[in-house]
């Protein structure tokens, strides 16, 4: 199944579709450090140049891991009208992981409280880059994990 799921990937229509997703994503990643940088000049003064080019790099490569879980998840589910199981809780666990990372503490805490959490994680220095290596992690699991359902996954012939 992962291989017909692929093919249809590698088409013109699916690489339209993972493109328009990897922006997306990337674009929302971006954002969120920009929240808490307030411009790309004030986190290249703030970080450093390097430090800043890893994050980008990272936000990059979050993107490129999740835009590809989604597309193949959709992919499988136009093929066969079913989502690979779990398709869809590990990426929305890591997409709120990524939104309580990534976003400006203040707005967090704020955030939290107002749904009853008062325990809320501490900055990080270098401007969370452990909490976007553990995103990282957890959006590479749920790629793995949704690859393997979409392997192990058959369709149903109806008699």
């Known amino acids: 199944m992962l291989k017909l799921v692929w093919n249809e990937q590698i ?6 579709v993972w493109g328009i997703i990897f922006v997306v994503v ?13 411009s790309l000049s004030n986190m ?13 790099g990272l936000n990059t490569v ?3 891991l999740t835009s590809f879980m989604v597309s193949m998840s959709q992919i499988k ?15 929305a666990f890591s997409f709120v992981f990524g939104l309580l990372t990534f976003g400006c ?17 501490i900055v990080f220095p270098n401007g969370n880059l452990l ?3 553990i995103l990282v992690g957890l959006i590479a699991l749920g ?6 359902r979409i392997e192990k996954s058959t369709c149903k012939i109806k008699v």
């Open 44 to 56: 290249v003064a703030e970080l450093g140049a390097s430090m800043t080019a890893l994050h980008i």
């Open 105 to 121: 503490t203040p707005c967090v805490i704020n955030f939290l409280a107002a749904v009853g959490i008062a325990f809320t994680p």
């Open 77 to 91: 589910l136009k093929l066969t009208k079913s989502e690979p199981v779990g398709a869809t809780g590990i990426p």
């Open 143 to 148: 790629l793995v994990y949704i690859l393997w």
């Open 11 to 16: 088409k013109p229509s699916g690489l339209r």
């Open 131 to 133: 909490w976007k290596l």
């Open 62 to 64: 979050m993107a490129l």
């Open 26 to 38: 990337f674009v929302l990643y971006s954002f969120f450090d920009f929240l808490v940088f307030s």
